[in-house]
């Protein structure tokens, strides 16, 4: 079976400073790796989505790193805001219609 | 453009009572899909669509029906609705899913508990 797992489950961070999530998974074949974030009570929304051949992708102060061969992938969140906390969700697909979840990191940023 | 709308919001049924969870989509993404999010567990897909007229099932999809008449609209049907059905249900669109590539567009969720 797929898995994506996550980790920490949680964190809680001061507003300015960093941090990075953690996605390991087993999905193969493998086509692609995206990162969402979802508000509480929202939506999940797309940050972005990395191939087989990207290593890294940024969106503003999100950046995500893949490593395809130990099947691994991170999110670094630069210069923390309020606004960041949020559930952040990692998903990866197959190459078909299907796409495999990760439970998500749940992280509170705190002023 | 609204993008993905789901309706309602939020809704309560009793064990054995039947309902329909709207979706729609004002991008003309072909892609439809809908998903359960339990606390703990990652999204998972219960029904598929990748056109008018054509459906598939995902994951979990006992308990629930789905149909797509019009590109815009998937509905999804609970049949006879059951405690382990209490959830949070979203439903997702993109243009083009067959590459999974495509960035899927979620909407806003729709609370369901059922007693």
């Known amino acids: 079976k797929n898995q994506v797992e996550q980790s920490p489950q949680s964190l809680i961070i001061l507003e300015g400073k960093n941090c990075t999530l953690q996605?390991?998974?087993?999905?193969?074949?493998?086509?692609?790796l995206r990162w969402y974030k979802q508000d509480t009570g929202r939506g999940p929304v797309s940050l972005t989505i990395?191939?087989?051949?990207?290593n890294t992708k940024s969106n503003g102060r999100y950046t995500a790193t893949l490593d395809a061969d130990t099947k691994q992938s991170s999110l670094h969140i630069t210069a923390s805001q309020l606004s960041d906390s949020a559930s952040y969700i990692c998903?990866?697909?197959?190459?078909?219609?299907?796409?495999?979840f990760g439970a998500g990191t749940t992280v509170t940023v705190r002023a | 453009n609204a993008g993905v709308t789901q309706t309602p919001k939020f809704q309560v049924l009793k064990t054995g009572q039947s309902m329909t969870l709207q979706c729609a989509q004002d991008?003309?993404?072909?892609?439809m899909s809908w998903y359960r999010q339990d606390p703990g567990m990652g999204l998972r897909l219960i029904h598929y669509?990748?056109?008018?007229?054509?459906?598939d099932q995902g994951e979990v999809p006992n308990g629930y029906n789905v149909s797509r008449s019009t590109t815009e609209d998937f509905p999804l049907r609970l049949l006879s609705a059951a405690p382990s059905q209490t959830s949070v249900y979203f439903c997702?669109?993109?243009?083009?899913?067959?590459?999974?590539?495509?960035?899927?567009?979620f909407g806003p969720g729709t609370r369901l508990t059922v007693l």
């Open positions: 990395m191939t087989f051949s990207e």
């Open positions: 669509s990748v056109g008018a007229g054509i459906t």
């Open positions: 991008m003309n993404h072909e892609y």
């Open positions: 996605c390991n998974y087993t999905v193969s074949p493998f086509s692609n």
């Open positions: 997702a669109s993109s243009l083009d899913n067959s590459q999974g590539t495509d960035t899927q567009y």
């Open positions: 998903v990866v697909s197959g190459g078909d219609y299907k796409l495999s």
